[in-house]
């Protein structure tokens, strides 16, 4: 087989990639070693910032996220049973979107396959060669058969758990991480979402994010020890736990409903720079991950294979390497403002085992500070809604 770009991954980075590419005429394959329908239905991220919603919309890929996504012009930060109200469109002139990742997955196979290009579902043993002398080749199993793809320019955008970052030789990459000591378990239920825009909220029991997905389904999030196992939480003891750390001294009550899903995340932060080896390009989770705290994860993704995508376009185009050279300083930039918004977010808010009284004086003061000073609210608000 032959193409311009291999791109592993069909998360939404190697998705809205073999998009782009489509739109300004180069081929791409795109190998994914999971099924479509486990793809379209993974349980993942929920907050689009303003430019990846332009991005889909201006692909042509944003008609149902225009039409189904919630558009939230503040964002609430609770503790010490108040709830305060960052209002980011009145402060930076921005907005987020409420629509699921698997959604837009959903709409990105759908514009995929409608244009007659090419997704190959349950790859496996995905091996890369060649790469040292610039003749990349992506070995994979797929139905049964051996199969080798000969590429121009290889796209790794196979995730955190992906093979793409190993295929580079030892002492290349440099890795920055860190990794909290606790985790989150979330949560999907069929109930009417309590609030109309997001609450994260400290309190002495530790952290809990009320979000949602639709109008009748909620997605609700608590603070865990790090490795817990999900059977220790039955239905009961999450809404008791998410009721305790959410009361207000008003005395609001979360709506309750079915569990749908459940499952726990592990919180960590790292960064693997740079972002290319000659000519591999890693993007989105792949090379750089965040806690889940800033809802920037699947934001950057998006980000980066909009920085690839135009390098590639110039490439093919009129042979300029200077865009694909800069690629890694490029995204780079926007990764590690993404990466300390993400920290500052997790340390403000979580209850952190160490921590003595002192410390969590600090965080409310912090708290405090943010939601009364114009000045800070506004740099929370442009950092939650993307800087451009
Ligand atoms: P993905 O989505 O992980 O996609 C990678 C794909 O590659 C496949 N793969 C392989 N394919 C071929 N060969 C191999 N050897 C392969 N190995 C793996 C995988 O099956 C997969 O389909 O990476 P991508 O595209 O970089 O996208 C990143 C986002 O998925 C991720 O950053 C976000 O989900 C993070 N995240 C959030 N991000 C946000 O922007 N806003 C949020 O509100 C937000 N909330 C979250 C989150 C992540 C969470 N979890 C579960 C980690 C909330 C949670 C709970
Ligand atoms: C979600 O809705 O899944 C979500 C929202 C905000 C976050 C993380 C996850 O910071």
């Known amino acids: 087989m032959r193409t311009q770009v291999g791109i592993i991954g069909a998360g939404p980075a190697g998705l809205m990639l073999a998009h782009l590419l489509h739109l300004r005429g180069i081929s791409s394959v795109v190998l994914e070693i999971r099924s479509r329908d486990y793809i379209e239905h993974r349980l993942r991220a929920g907050v689009l910032e303003q430019g990846a919603v332009d991005l889909l919309v201006e692909s042509g890929v944003g008609e ?21 109200r960052v209002p980011m469109t009145e402060l930076t002139g921005r907005a987020i979107t409420v629509y699921g990742q698997q959604e837009v997955v959903k709409d990105l196979v759908a514009a995929r396959l409608s244009a007659g290009e090419p997704i190959l579902f349950e790859v496996s043993d995905v091996r890369l060669h060649g790469l040292d002398v610039d003749e990349p080749v992506v070995a994979f199993r797929h139905e049964g058969r051996d199969v080798e793809l000969r590429c121009d320019v290889v796209a790794g955008c196979d995730g955190f758990h992906g093979v793409s970052r190993s295929a580079v030789p030892e002492g290349v990459l440099t890795t920055y991480e860190r990794t909290y000591p606790f985790a989150w378990l979330g949560i999907l239920a069929a109930a009417p979402p309590a609030t109309n825009e997001l609450v994260y909220c400290h309190s002495e029991r530790g952290f809990a994010l009320v979000s949602m997905r639709t109008p009748e389904l909620s997605r609700l999030y608590l603070q865990v020890p790090p490795d817990e196992n999900v059977a220790a939480w039955p239905d009961d003891r999450i809404w008791a736990e998410l009721q305790a750390r959410l009361a207000m001294a008003d005395g609001w009550r979360l709506t309750e409903g079915e569990v749908l899903e459940k499952g726990v995340t592990a919180m960590r932060s790292l960064v693997v720079e740079p972002m290319q080896w000659r000519r591999l390009f890693l993007a989105g989770d792949a090379v750089h991950i965040v806690p889940p705290t800033g809802a920037k994860g699947m934001n950057l993704a998006l980000a980066d294979v909009k920085v690839l995508g135009e390098a590639l376009a110039a490439w093919y185009a009129d042979g300029r390497d200077d865009l694909l050279a800069s690629y890694s300083d490029t995204c780079l930039r926007r990764v590690w403002r993404a990466q300390h918004f993400s920290w500052w977010m997790t340390s403000m808010l979580h209850r952190f085992p ?27 608000a442009e950092n939650y809604v993307g800087i451009p």
């Open 354 to 380: 160490g921590h003595d009284p002192y410390e969590v004086k600090l965080q409310l003061s912090q708290l405090r500070y943010v939601t009364t000073s114009p000045a800070y609210a506004r740099s929370l």
């Open 64 to 84: 149902r996220l225009q039409r189904e996504g919630m558009v939230h012009e503040g964002v609430n930060l609770q503790f010490a049973g108040e709830r305060h």
